[in-house]
């Protein structure tokens, strides 16, 4: 059977790959359209998400659905999900054997919903593709491989912490819309190389 985003949410709600599985309430697979053209990955729930089994759905989901309507946009057009998929307890950072044993779910959710932009939220999303940067050296620096761009930026519930970062947040989400509309571009099919003249058809044609 094929994969789907179905299959992958089935799995990580019964997963017990790693200790968290212990202490959770809910896992949080993710959620959004199939077909989201921009997914935000995140680090792994907190209280909230733990108890409702959905991603951002706190205070610092709240400040993102803020950041989206800056650029018109609602958290049901994109897809949201974590680097880890079960609430390490106190939300303490992640380990890295639990990164490792939870990594193929993300893998997964990525490669069936291939957005055009992958925006990392906070550092342990952004070493998936910026290994050993720095966030507040990289954040709103893309990277683009082929027609995918990847767009780190802080953590919300860090600038939710530090103010001075909001404004840092808003410059990095308005970048969105613009590398959209490049990859839209550059995704376009090329125009049909342009009909030969009709002298050189006609020369062509009598050769037969
Ligand atoms: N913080 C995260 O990194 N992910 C969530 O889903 C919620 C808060
Ligand atoms: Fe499984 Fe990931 Fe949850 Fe660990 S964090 S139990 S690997 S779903």
């Known amino acids: 059977m094929p994969d789907s985003l179905e299959q992958i949410s089935s799995e990580v709600r019964v997963c017990q790959k790693c200790p968290l599985s212990n202490g959770r309430v809910h896992a949080v697979p993710g959620e959004g359209p199939a077909d989201a053209q921009i997914m935000f990955i995140g680090e792994g729930p907190g209280f909230h998400e733990d108890q409702q089994g959905r991603p951002f759905v ?10 989206l309507a800056g650029i018109g946009m609602n958290r049901r057009q994109v897809y949201i999900a974590n680097v880890i ?81 909001r404004a840092e947040m808003g410059r990095d989400i308005r970048r969105i819309p613009e590398l959209l509309a490049e990859l839209a571009a550059a995704r376009a099919p090329k125009p049909a190389a342009p009909p030969q003249a009709d002298g050189e058809q006609f020369e062509q044609l009598s050769l037969f």
């Open 58 to 67: 706190g205070a610092s989901g709240q400040y993102l659905e803020e950041l």
């Open 85 to 165: 998929k079960c609430r390490p307890p106190g939300n303490r950072d992640p380990e890295p054997s639990e990164l490792a044993a939870c990594q193929g779910y993300l893998d997964r959710q990525i490669e069936l919903i291939q957005p055009w932009v992958i925006v990392t939220l906070g550092r342990f999303s952004m070493a998936r593709y910026f290994p050993g940067q720095s966030i507040s050296r990289i954040h709103g620096r893309t990277k683009r491989v082929g027609n995918v761009y990847y767009l780190p930026m802080f953590h919300p519930a860090a600038a939710l912490r530090t103010p001075e970062l």
